[in-house]
């Protein structure tokens, strides 16, 4: 979608999950807009600060010495009331009295959904992809998500040292609500002997046999990666079992919030200001709702209204009729990204397993 408004003044938000490389993401955001005699005004915990009008005007100075630190300095918290019909509007009108001409947004997909309700109430929008989780599907990647890897590889080369001590086997439990990338993308670089997501079915009893094979053949430590979208408690009793069945002591470890916290990656400072740059010239060039993504090697923009599209088709929520309003065309490419996406989980799920021996 194409405004021809005249951008003069842009709001900022980040919301849902706070992700390592905001910061990063909001200093582009202020310093491309200054450069562009764009005011920026910071609205602080999401869109329940929108709603209050809870705003600080930003300086190009308040992009200064932010690029390195972790969470977000505009704060972040989820609003029930935006959620409804009353609530958008309300954000809208909000938006209009403080005299926004336009406003980039920094979160998941159930950030860009509140962004999508703004545009179409008149409000031109921006979302930059910003969650450790990497489940936004219209993106190659995620904010946060290098960074929050890192962290677990950190974390978890340090618990295998006890495991090896011990000769015991470490369930590792990492982030990632329904979406198993963290865990499958730790677990190679970790060696763990085995990655348990919610993508595909588990056989523990084929886990194991494995374990008890390798044992006899010299094994002294064992990591398992399981993902929390399997839900509470998964680990724990994934543990009690292995335990169970091969008398080799066994513990749980959830690595939790650490993962979202800390200085962000090389990777992540650099997709994040790459994209708030680009979310600023994206406003400039009369996107009114889109959002910023990574393919491959460039940064472009798809419409907000595709990427909520394609979340639901990932997710089995798109109703019959709603695909039979998608074109062939939109359709097939939909299916095509999808399908890249969980062949390439299908990939590292096969290296896992054959690097474990």
Do not use: W
Not at 45 to 71: A, F, M, W
Not at 331 to 341: C, G, P, V, W
Request: proline share 2%.
């Amino acid at each position: 979608m194409r405004s021809d408004v005249k951008i003069k003044r842009i709001g900022v938000l980040t919301s849902g999950g706070d992700a390592p490389g905001m910061n990063a993401a909001l200093r582009a955001v202020i310093r491309t807009a200054h450069r562009k005699k764009i005011e920026v005004v910071g609205i602080l915990n999401g869109y329940s600060g929108l709603l209050e009008g809870n705003t600080k005007v930003l300086s190009k100075r308040d992009g200064s010495y932010i690029i390195n630190r972790g969470g977000t300095i505009l704060y972040t918290a989820r609003s029930e009331v935006f959620k409804t019909p009353e609530g958008v509007k309300q954000g809208a009108e909000m938006c209009r009295k403080l005299e926004l001409d336009g406003l980039i947004v920094l979160g998941g997909d159930g950030t860009f959904r509140g962004a999508y309700d703004l545009a179409n109430e008149g409000i031109p929008c921006v979302g930059i992809p910003c969650t450790i989780d990497n489940d936004v599907c219209c993106t190659d990647k995620t904010i946060g998500f290098d960074t929050a890897m890192n962290t677990v590889v950190e974390l978890a080369d340090k618990i295998r040292d006890t495991g090896e001590s011990h000769s015991r086997c470490i369930i590792i439990e990492v982030m990632g609500r329904k979406a198993g990338d963290i865990a499958l993308h730790t677990a190679v670089a970790i060696g763990a002997t085995c990655a348990v997501v919610p993508e595909y079915p588990f056989d523990r009893d084929e886990l194991v046999n494995k374990i008890i094979n390798s044992r006899a053949g010299g094994k002294k430590n064992f990591l398992i990666v399981v993902a929390e979208g399997l839900g509470k408690d998964y680990g724990i009793e994934l543990a009690k079992y292995i335990e169970e069945k091969t008398n080799i002591e066994s513990r749980f470890s959830c690595f939790g919030y650490t993962q979202r916290g800390g200085s962000p990656s090389l990777s992540d400072r650099v997709l994040a200001s790459t994209m708030g740059c680009a979310a600023v010239y994206a406003l400039l060039d009369g996107c009114v709702g889109d959002v910023v993504v990574s393919k491959g090697s460039s940064i472009e923009t798809v419409e907000m209204k595709y990427a909520i599209q394609l979340e639901r088709l990932a997710k089995g929520k798109m109703t019959e009729a709603e695909k039979s309003e998608l074109s062939p065309g939109t359709f097939y490419e939909m299916s095509k990204t999808l399908a890249d996406r969980m062949a390439y989980k299908s990939y590292l799920k096969g290296v896992i397993e054959k690097l474990s021996l």
